[in-house]
């Protein structure tokens, strides 16, 4: 059987309206041989998590900066989990207080990047985290 890529969501949730970084992560994974899907911006939650099952995707990276991360992180992972989805993986990035970052990762959100991560650390996590529970999946 042939090896499919790992295909990962980038998605822009709730108001913010600067896709920079999402656009620097997601053409990193594609150099990096992932298939990327990126959602654009003003997502809800109900989009993304919509997306993510439709395009049944290993893992969603959400991006932030206008600071509603504690409340919109958690809802895409709570919809992923009242679809059936909660095996999907999501990590995070952005404009994120180092205080708020437990409270995430408490709420089921695998890593957060912040500003100035190098992109060869979320390929890392990639491989790390995601590879190998979609390995033990298919």
Do not use: W
């Amino acid at each position: 059987m042939a090896q499919t890529r790992m295909r990962l969501l980038i998605g822009k949730v709730g108001l913010d309206g600067h896709d920079r970084g999402a656009k620097i992560i997601a053409r990193a994974l594609r150099d990096a041989g992932y298939e990327v899907i990126y959602t654009g911006l003003h997502q809800t939650a109900e989009q993304v998590a919509a997306t993510a099952i439709q395009e049944d995707v290993d893992a969603v990276g959400l991006s932030i900066l206008s600071g509603a991360h504690n409340t919109l992180f958690p809802k895409v992972i709570k919809l992923l989990s009242e679809k059936g989805a909660g095996d999907i993986v999501v990590f995070g990035g952005g404009i994120i207080p180092d205080d708020d970052i437990p409270g995430l990762l408490a709420a089921g959100v695998a890593k957060i990047f912040t500003p100035g991560t190098p992109t060869s650390d979320v390929i890392k996590f990639l491989e790390e985290e995601v590879a190998p529970k979609r390995a033990n999946a298919r």
